[in-house]
Antibody
Framework: QVELVQSGPEVKKPGASVKVSCRASNYFFGDYSISWVRQTPGQELEWVGWISGLNGNTNYADQFRDRSTMTTDTSTNTAYLELRSLTSDDTAVYYC??????????????WGQGTLVTVSS | DIQMTQSPSSLSASVGDTVTITCQASQDCRTSLSWYQQKAGKAPRLLIHDVSILESGVPPRFSGRGYGTQFFLTITDFQPDDFGSYFCQQYDDLHLTFGGGTKVDIK
């Protein structure tokens, strides 16, 4: 079955950067896209952004546009999220999720297991 | 961005109850609305997309309806496995947004 496996937990200091990976398997990567969603300690879900598996087009939420970069490596079917200038407010579980549409952000079927990013001095 | 407001924020249900969760959008989402269930410590699970289309494997006691700015998730014959949190999400706007969630526990 479709699987998304994310990298392990991270602990970072304020001002640092983090890069989370999401390796997809058991489907054709180019037929779908990947969205990144984070869940805050208060359990709120926030969409971070979207990247097409077809052509690498991206769409970022406004609050993350200036300090995040999403990329894909089609040779390994892996998506990456880099978030820079971290603050304590970035402490959250970061999920990748397979987006049903390769042309625009839609809804998410399979999800990764989540990566806890903790920002603390 | 479209703001999604869910109600109630929490509820308790007994086995066999009918439970309804409401999601209100700040502007027209047409039929671009999905629902997710989340258990503690797990990733969300897609239940419904396009307002009322059940994802494969989701029991038919789950149903969705609505259009535009008002949407509803209904669970008929509530089962013990249905406890957890439920979130709506719009994708009419290219900037996706989620509701704040409804936590459902067993009465």
């Amino acid at each position: 079955q479709v699987e998304l496996v994310q990298s392990g937990p991270e602990v970072k200091k304020p001002g640092a950067s983090v890069k989370v990976s999401c390796r997809a398997s058991n489907y054709f990567f180019g037929d779908y896209s990947i969205s990144w969603v984070r869940q805050t300690p208060g359990q709120e879900l926030e969409w971070v952004g979207w990247i097409s598996g077809l052509n690498g087009n991206t769409n970022y939420a406004d609050q993350f546009r200036d300090r995040s970069t999403m990329t894909t490596d089609t040779s390994t079917n892996t998506a990456y999220l880099e978030l820079r200038s971290l603050t304590s407010d970035d402490t959250a579980v970061y999920y990748c999720a397979r987006d049903d549409n390769k042309y625009a952000p839609h809804y998410f079927g399979p999800w990764g297991q989540g990566t806890l990013v903790t920002v603390s001095s | 961005d479209i703001q999604m407001t869910q109600s109630p924020s929490s509820l308790s249900a007994s086995v066999g109850d009918t439970v309804t969760i409401t999601c209100q959008a700040s502007q027209d989402c047409r039929t671009s609305l999905s629902w997710y269930q989340q258990k503690a410590g797990k990733a969300p699970r897609l239940l419904i997309h396009d307002v009322s289309i059940l994802e494969s494997g989701v029991p038919p006691r789950f149903s969705g309806r609505g259009y535009g700015t008002q949407f509803f998730l209904t669970i008929t014959d509530f089962q013990p496995d249905d406890f957890g949190s439920y979130f709506c999400q719009q994708y009419d706007d290219l900037h996706l947004t989620f509701g704040g969630g409804t936590k459902v526990d067993i009465k």
